[in-house]
């Protein structure tokens, strides 16, 4: 056995970010991941003329691509066929879509295949009253207090550049399934794996949020800038450096004797105002003030050579540009150049979980429109026909 | 079988965010998941003087906590004889720590007990470059491009507020601690689990990773504010309403066509430039003009309302303190009230995963330091020498 995964077939229905790189970590832990798309294809094919836009190709790698029209009779029954055969079905439809096109989980599916793991992620999940909110992202950032807590408190709310509803998401749609799929082996049974981009995002305001219970509510400061979101740590901020920018802070009391040492500011040390993590938080400008003095005169990686070779987490503020061209993520196999039919060399990130039993060393090219229709529907439909 | 790992039992020497929100999620899905703390305790206990500030609560619930010094003799024998009876172990110490505990997994532990997942968290993984760069979410963010692609163009970069690189780390650890489960149900060996949170970060530049392949590179825009990351798709913004601010989205052309619907500028349709989504991209602040033009004089649940009813993604930005009481995230389960022995009521975060076979109904409030130390190593430990 050489990967995690292996035999395992995934129906793969989503589109756009959140089921997809869900099913791309299925796909490069060894399963067979059969990407289904209507006849006009992921919606996410439209960003770019081509039709094959990069974030496309980030994930959908190692996948298989057919298309099905669902809403059609033979489509239907074909995926239904696939469902027999299959360990995982993954879509992410707004609720009601799957039920409408007669493929809901508990009324047809399970009775088709009651293995089955029915994986199911959505924007505000399958209960509560913004079910049925269409959702993405943006939306999900707006309503789940990510926009209100992130930029400077002078400025309007603002959203986390990176697309993080969607991927916090897809990851725990993935965890859950991981989860089921232990389960299966113990019972046997298949089940029903939800999840909610909108739940996803809740614990990551644990900061926020801590200091709105634990502190004085009419102080509470909703963003913070790069301060600590809860204003309850510091130093903990980001420091001009003679050529950018570099993020600093001391998690225990040792990081902030290193950093005292290094600033040459010992006498520090014995201030009451600075004698811990409390103290030091409510005297944070006044820490913050100390430390640009020094970095303000240093280039950031020599700042963050010096911090970290003593222990103290320092790191420089990278440019998109530079974290594309990023050493360390190219080492890690984060980023992979593989060869793509017509846009030529191309960079789509590798797995982001490395399990020591589970290589993963081959990446295909994410799929063209209807790719392995002859090969899938070969295989898997005609010959089970045939065999029956 | 009530739970998906039940029977499992987890040592978790993890602290902070990153791993403890891995083994809170384990802990809900049935699994026996006992909280190994230094004498001094998880330095997250450090953020207030009840030594239980309420973010240690929010991710250590349905734990069992224990003491050991891991660099005494005694400590480490008896940790020895926990790991001898564990299926999962979750670390995320700094590399080397766990090498210099000689409690290193391929010397040590894997001899001990082959079937162990040893589940190991930390900011830059076991290899590459930055591997001894200590690293906490903010300088995480920082190196991995999340602040330069979040804020205003004209502003400095700026942090998400979330702690997104600790969530996304852990949830990835989880995610891989269940392929690896899996795997041991079919293979019998148990195996290493390696997440880091920069690595997890990487995906979610999609976007603007995207912007920069696809697009032109001399034009490129770091930070875009709350318009699209690679400015790809339009209308896609947050808009000033009477009260607030609201996020809209039209990721499909039915989106488009049903908001010019209730826009009444349906003569936008017959426009060359707003005929699709490249071509509306290319023209985003007149289409933020036309959408502005009509939320300014509308409340901001009032536009979601008629927005989202029509199938159009919206929702309002809203504060922290409206997401700590949402009736959509409570009625989810995401926000669950219980009791804890010293600060009395107090909301904790329930599973993020929903499993239709796995149901989380129990929610017991995080342990004081070594709070089990008698049940756990009278059960596990003397007993088990007894039987010796």
Known sequence: MKKALEGLVVLDLSQVYQGPYCTLQLAYHGAKVIKVESPKGDILRERHESKVPHEFLMFNTNKYGVTLDLKSKD???AFLKLVEQADILVENFT???????????????????????????TAYGLTGPYQNFPGMDLTVQAIGGVMS??????????KAGPAI?????????LAGIGLALY?????????????????????????????LYDGDPDNYCERTGNKHSGLRSAPYNVYPSKDGFVAIICATERHWQLLVDILEQQHLL??????????????MDEVDQFVTEWTKNINKWEIVEILTEKGVPAAPVLTIKE??????????????????????????????????RSIVDNYQPAPFLGQHNEE?????????????
């Open 75 to 77: 489509g239907k029954k």
């Open 95 to 121: 609720p009601g879509v799957m039920k409408r096109l007669e493929l809901d989980y508990d009324e047809v599916l399970k009775k088709r295949n009651p293995r089955l793991i029915y994986a199911t992620a």
């Open 149 to 158: 807590s992130t930029g400077y408190p002078e400025m309007p709310p603002v």
């Open 165 to 173: 509803a969607d991927l916090l998401g897809g990851t725990h749609l």
């Open 183 to 211: 389960q299966r082996e113990r019972t046997g049974e298949g089940q029903k794996v939800e999840v909610s981009m909108h739940d996803a995002l809740y614990p990551t305001l644990a900061s926020p949020l801590a200091a």
């Open 270 to 283: 014995e201030k009451e105002e600075f004698k811990n993590t409390i103290s030091r938080a409510a005297h």
């Open 323 to 356: 974290v594309a061209n990023d050493r360390h993520l190219i080492e890690r196999n984060m980023i992979v150049e593989i060869n793509h039919p017509t846009k030529g060399k191309v960079k789509v990130p590798g797995s982001t979980i490395k399990l020591s």
């Open 376 to 388: 899938i529907f070969e295989n898997m439909i005609k010959k089970e026909e045939e065999r029956i």
